[in-house]
């Protein structure tokens, strides 16, 4: 297999955990926060 192709496969997958770890962890750690919120308020008000 040509280099290129292992170059070009592991900025790739560089790319994709960058992507995962710096912008959907924290989205997703947010909104179980706001969900966890909204469920501690609603049972504090029953």
């Given at each position: 297999m040509p280099i290129r192709y292992w170059v070009l496969w592991w900025l790739l997958l560089?790319?994709?955990d960058l992507v995962f770890y710096v912008l959907l962890t924290p989205i997703w750690?947010?909104?179980?926060?706001?969900?966890?919120?909204?469920?501690?308020?609603?049972?504090r008000w029953r």
């Open positions: 560089v790319l994709a750690i947010g909104l179980r926060a706001i969900a966890w919120l909204a469920e501690y308020r609603a049972r």
